[in-house]
């Protein structure tokens, strides 16, 4: 089913498609994107890519390079954040509790969640990103958790671009001052370590996102494969595309207590007869995309009973077995709406 498709990337400072633009796939060249509230520099990187635009190499250097080759990675969202100062406020930054990465949607999607999603969402928690909380059975779902543990990879600093590389490149840590503002504070300089540190509210009442001073952050993992439109968990796998209802999956960094936000990366599903030869979508598809409405997918006849919870519990446990997991970290109720 999913060769019926061609993906396209858009981002942008809004929830709009018409304020967003489409970026260049495994193009080493950072997108840049401003406003009044940041300056950002986008890289996207996603491996066996085949979507739009056409022309677009199916890989990048950064997914042959540690960690990323033995991790087997499958896609990236890398890029380079600073804030800005609103005028009129006298605060420094933006608090740790307050800046949020995650997933939301214009409407329902409770109706299409697949048999195993709750499953799914159990070890994403568990296993991934222990900070993730929300509603996906919300009028407006969404999944967000805290940056400071979310990504991947935090750079206090601009980092690097490296062609050899695949573009940004950023190594947790920080240049020599912001390495001095961390070991103040108290962050690791370990990704693992500063994401389970950032987990614990005292540490996030330390952290601040300074206007004026730019971050590098990358957000990427070996679970989300785009060449199929699966999530592929420890000892479960779940066909996204069976169960699409049209929207865009959409990545968004946003301030929790204003709802500003500060960058959307959409990824959207084309039916390949809606694409032209020149890559550009016809106009009923794009306005269908920008309504949300898009193509459902059919089912393709699967039983829903089938799906047994507690065998694919089980496996990924087993999986998981030889990692050491803490699920006694907390989380604070403030880092989600």
Not at 129 to 143: F, K, Q, R, T
């Amino acid at each position: 089913m999913a060769d019926r498709y061609f993906m396209r990337v858009t981002a942008g400072t809004s929830y709009d498609m018409n304020d967003q633009v489409e970026v260049p796939i495994n193009n080493s060249t950072p997108l840049k994107i401003s406003n009044e509230l940041a300056d950002i520099e986008l890289n996207v990187r996603i491996q066996n890519y085949k979507g739009l635009p056409k022309g677009s190499s199916n890989t990048s250097p950064y997914f042959s390079t540690p960690p990323h080759d033995y991790n087997k990675d499958q896609y990236s969202i890398a890029f380079r954040f600073t804030p800005k100062k609103p005028s009129g406020t006298d605060s420094e930054g933006i608090k740790a509790t307050d800046l949020q990465f995650g997933n939301d949607f214009d409407h329902p999607i409770r109706d299409r969640l697949p048999p195993g999603f709750n499953t799914a969402l159990n070890i994403v928690r568990w296993w991934i990103d222990p900070g993730l909380d929300g509603d996906a059975y919300a009028d407006s779902p969404y999944l967000y958790g805290p940056a400071l543990s979310s990504f991947n990879v935090v750079h206090s600093g601009k980092g690097e671009f490296d062609e050899e590389k695949g573009g940004l490149w950023f190594e947790e840590g920080g240049d020599d001052h912001g390495l001095e503002e961390r070991q103040e504070i108290g962050a690791p300089s370990d990704a693992k370590a500063r994401m389970k540190w950032a987990l614990k509210k005292e540490s996030k009442e330390h952290w601040v996102w300074k206007y004026g001073k730019t971050y590098g952050v990358d957000f990427f993992n070996p679970y989300l494969d785009f060449s199929d439109f699966a999530l592929r968990l420890p000892g479960f796998t779940l066909p996204i595309i069976k169960y699409w209802d049209g929207q865009g999956l959409r990545y968004v960094l946003r301030n929790r207590v204003t709802g500003q936000v500060y960058l959307v990366v959409l990824f959207t599903l084309y039916l390949k007869e809606d694409v032209n030869e020149d890559g550009s979508i016809k106009p009923e598809a794009l306005e269908a995309a920008k309504k949300a409405s898009g193509h459902i997918a059919q089912d393709d006849g699967d039983d829903a009973e089938s799906f047994d919870e507690e065998k694919v519990l089980e496996q990924a446990r087993r999986n998981l077995s030889t990692v050491e997991v803490d699920d006694k970290v907390e989380t604070n109720e403030d880092d989600v709406d």
